[in-house]
């Protein structure tokens, strides 16, 4: 499939008109500090204009501050971040969650704000009441102009069904865990339906497909890394690749992936790697509430 973009700084459009960048660079599990700071620093000077952090991740002052260190007019970028468990029991404190990630980043408004999990363990028995909550805070952070877009991160088709319930606006994003690994095929497809742009963070596969043998080949054939051949594969599906790294050369390989096309035969190859390596967490499964203590006090 041949894809209208060529370069970092080309965009897809969101179901509000907003251009989001088609390629962003993740954060998750950069380390706050001297990791993350380097990390956004070095992708800035890459050239990459799309940031992605969360609450969660812990490092939102280390990403605010490479932003602010940068020299990149605030108007050339679009930064994201999410809205985590601890600080979404009612809508008051949802709101103060987003005051409290804009804080830590130093910026007046972000681009994106996402609902990070829709099933929170402690909140199980009425996760469709607080999603409801949640998303009312959204939408008035993005009436009063402090985001440019609002979605929603690792919702499954019965969490945004729910949830269009009491909207008013829909969820622009859908960011999941995606990579030819685990496809997601039938959220995907729903996303498309619904008009909601998928985001693909772990694009990589949290690096468990980069020593793939089939991909290996597929990156000698066209004279490239894997992670390029993965980056690649998403943008032509019509994703929004989320690549991560702290190493400034990958940081840089990442974004070469507008000189080549993958062809019918090298899709059939990634497209038969479903259901390899890591997977998707399942929201009703897990819980992720002490991934950032800091975050209850």
Do not use: C
Request: charge should be negative; proline fraction near 4%.
């Amino acid at each position: 499939m041949e894809i209208k973009a060529n370069k970092l700084t080309d965009t897809y459009t969101l179901n509000n008109n907003v251009q989001i960048p088609v390629i962003g660079f993740g954060t998750w599990q950069s380390a706050d500090g001297e990791e993350a700071y380097n990390a956004v620093k070095w992708a800035l000077e890459a050239g990459y204009r799309h940031i992605d952090t969360a609450a969660a991740y812990g490092n939102e002052e280390s990403v605010g501050q490479a932003i602010k260190d940068s020299g990149v007019k605030r108007e050339d970028l679009f930064v994201t971040t999410k809205l985590w468990n601890y600080q979404r029991d009612n809508y008051e404190n949802s709101l103060r969650g987003f005051h409290d990630s804009i804080t830590r980043l130093g910026l007046d408004y972000v681009d994106l704000y996402l609902i990070h999990w829709p099933e929170p363990i402690e909140y199980r028995d009425h996760w469709q009441s607080l999603n409801a909550d949640s998303w009312r805070a959204m939408e008035k952070i993005y009436k009063d102009g402090k985001t440019r877009a609002i979605g929603v991160s690792n919702f499954r088709e019965k969490h945004i069904d729910e949830l269009m319930k009491t909207a008013e606006i829909a969820p622009m994003v859908n960011q999941i865990f995606l990579n030819p690994g685990d496809q997601e095929k039938d959220l995907v497809t729903y996303n498309k339906n619904h008009n909601i742009l998928t985001e693909a963070y772990s694009p990589l596969g949290t690096g468990n497909l980069l020593d793939n043998p089939e991909l290996k080949k597929l990156a000698d054939k066209h004279g490239v890394d894997v992670a390029q051949i993965l980056i690649r594969w998403n943008l032509e599906k019509g994703y929004l690749p989320l690549p991560k790294s702290t190493h400034q050369k990958y940081i840089e390989s990442n974004k070469k992936v507008f000189s080549f096309q993958l062809d019918y035969d090298d899709h059939k190859t990634l497209d038969a790697l479903d259901g390899q390596g890591k997977q998707h967490t399942d929201p009703y499964e897990h819980n992720f509430q002490k991934v950032v203590p800091f975050l209850n006090n």
